[in-house]
Structure formats: C-alpha cells, structure tokens
C-alpha cells in the first residue's frame, strides 16, 4: 500500500524583506523579476468592456497569442454555484467540485458533464494522484468550538469524487521554527509533485485574541 505523504508548508505573519548587496554597492532583488506583465499577455492589451461582455455572451473564448487575438469557438456550460476546486488529472481531465456536484471536462473545457456527490468532503484542497485516487483536505468547523484550532481531515475518493471516506488527520502545529503558535488556517492551494507528494500551504498565526468561536 502506497503511503500517503503530506508535507506542510508552515507560513507565519511575518515579512521579511532581503537585499543582497552587489560589489558596486547596488542591492538587487534575490530573485529576478519578470519580463511579462500580466497586462499584455500574449502581446496583446487587455481586451475592453465590450469585447468582454460579448465573449461572456457568446460561444467563444477569446485566445491570445503571439500579438493576435483570435475567438476560439466553445460550447459554454453553467458550471454549479458554490465553491471552486478547479484541479486537473494525470490525463488532462479537467474536474470542479462545488457544493452540489462534481463537473468534469475531457476536452480542454469547452464541454463539462457534472454528476452529484455525497457531500462528506465538504470544503477545502483538492489534488488528484497518478492513479486517480482524489485526495482533500480541510480543517473542519464545527459551532461553538474555538476558530481554527482543529485537526485537519484527510479525505480520499476512488470513483472521480463521487463517495469520499476519511483516511487520515493532520494535526496542528503548535510550534514553528522555535516559536508557539496557537491559531492555523489554510490559505493555498494544495500541490502535488511528480512523485504524488502532496504540498499544503497553511498560515500559522499568534494572536492574543483566542476566544473566537463559530457563531
């Protein structure tokens, strides 16, 4: 049996700003900045208003690329309202899960055929493996307990989303990098590595305000 590996990415409420000093006595960022600019991607501008809104009302997405802007026909599908889990398969499956339904395209999205679930995974991270199994992740709520200060559920589906059963817990850190920390809450995305290791990024927070509980 495969084991299933987790690895928290622990972010506490801190800034930190480094500059590396060059020989010249110039500072430069430890990083390089990028030459694209999200304003002009694929070298054109953004498109205006109306260019938007007839696209939102027509069957046809619009494809930039190279300078040109060209309308790429689709057929448009209202996908459920609730929360989004936009994650893609191995294959190139394309699935959504809301509150009501999984959605899954095998067309690059221009088509999506939805089908219910049984609602045990109800919030959180979504990641599917190289076998296909469905991995999810979420720290429950539950009414009148203390905000963010419980396990996290590990879920897993073997049938693209449709029935989920817990596997595991993940329990709170409560001290990072030498310091107590008495609140986590889940910011990011969950990742997986091309050897299925699961990457969760979550914050950790020190605050004196404790007492907050679900309403």
Do not use: C
Request: proline share 7%; net charge positive.
């Amino acid at each position: 049996m495969k084991t299933l590996r987790i690895l928290l990415i622990a972010v506490a409420l801190v800034s930190l700003v480094i500059v590396i000093p060059t020989l010249a006595g110039e500072a430069k960022p430890p990083f390089p900045i990028p030459r694209l600019k999200t304003g002009v991607m694929g070298g054109v501008k953004i498109p205006s208003d109306q260019e938007l809104a007839a696209m939102n009302s027509g069957q046809y997405i619009l494809h930039a690329r190279g300078g040109k802007l060209t309308k790429v026909p689709v057929e448009k599908s209202r996908l459920p309202h609730g929360g989004l889990n936009l994650v893609m398969a191995s294959n190139g499956t394309f699935y959504f899960r809301s509150d009501d339904a999984m959605v899954k395209s095998t067309d690059g999205g221009r088509t999506w055929t939805s089908y219910p679930h049984d609602r045990k995974f109800k919030d959180g991270q979504l990641q599917i493996l190289k076998n296909g199994t469905f991995i999810g992740v979420y720290i429950p709520t539950v009414k009148g307990e203390k905000y963010w200060t419980k396990p996290a559920d590990v879920w897993a589906s073997s049938d693209e989303g449709r029935n989920w059963r817990k596997i595991a817990q993940i329990d709170r850190p409560t001290k990072f990098d030498g310091r107590e920390y008495e609140w986590w809450y889940p910011t990011y995305d969950l990742y997986r590595l091309p050897d299925d290791t699961l990457l969760w990024g979550v914050n950790l927070r020190n605050t004196v305000n404790t007492s907050d509980v679900l309403p």
